[in-house]
């Protein structure tokens, strides 16, 4: 166990919607990072937040946002999804510089 | 310019068997960090990677990074089938981006 926690752990959804995915970092994390994985794929930098700040930005789509809350839990705003959009995503966290992460067992979205 | 490229993309060992996964990057790297994804799971981070010539080892596994810092590569010895897996190198791109290389996904029959 990573003491990083994301919800839902699975969602299924249509296209052309909207999806939250949720993420609580370790206990004293301030960075948070979130990753895509698609099938057989590798990992995908999509943003980076550190204490309620976006520090970096990866290959993310415009229909995809991100914020980090004051409690340091983040959230992924997924829109106008597609097919190609599932996946699976991951939250990572760290202290401060990206170099140690510790993932989430992540977020399965299949969009139909 | 700030991708990493890992090979092999598959590696099929019997029980036993040695087995080697390389990083390489054409510009110099601050540093790499080595992940293990079992299947079914997420990336567990398994060292990080600083120094010139740096040899670090756990247990059965052995990463070095090069002289020149382009290049990296996690070696295990006498694998088991609980090293199956995909192995990612990664580097920390300092504009605090992690660039993940491909996966080198390890096979291990018994």
């Known amino acids: 166990d990573s003491g990083v926690t994301q919800t839902p752990k699975h969602l299924i959804t249509a296209t052309g919607q909207r999806v939250t995915l949720r993420c609580s970092p370790r206990s004293g994390d301030l960075s948070v ?28 789509l415009e229909r995809f946002s991100a914020q980090q809350f004051p409690d340091l839990h983040s959230e992924l705003n997924l829109s106008s999804l597609e097919l190609g959009d599932s996946a699976l995503y991951f939250c990572a966290s760290s202290l401060d510089r990206p170099d140690t992460q510790y993932f989430g067992p992540g977020t399965r979205l299949t969009v139909l | 310019g700030q991708q990493v490229m890992q090979i092999p993309q598959y590696q099929h060992v019997q029980e036993g068997e040695d087995f080697t996964t390389y990083c390489n990057s054409s510009t110099t790297l601050s540093n790499i960090q080595w992940y293990k994804q079992r299947p079914g799971g997420h990336p567990v981070f398994l060292i990080q990677l600083v120094k010139s010539g740096e040899v670090k080892k756990q247990k059965r596994l052995t990463f070095q990074f090069g002289e020149a810092k382009k290049n990296s590569s996690l070696h295990i010895t006498a694998t088991q089938t609980t090293d199956v897996g995909t192995y990612f190198c990664a580097r920390y791109t300092g504009g605090f ?14």
Not at chain 1, 35 to 55: A, P
Not at chain 2, 97 to 110: N, Q
Request: aromatic letters at 20%.
């Open chain 2, 97 to 110: 981006k992690t660039i993940f290389g491909a996966g080198t996904r390890l096979f291990v029959k018994a």
């Open chain 1, 33 to 60: 990072y979130w990753y895509q994985q698609s099938l057989d794929q590798g990992l995908q930098f999509l943003i980076h937040y550190y204490n309620g700040e976006e520090r970096a930005k990866g290959n993310i």
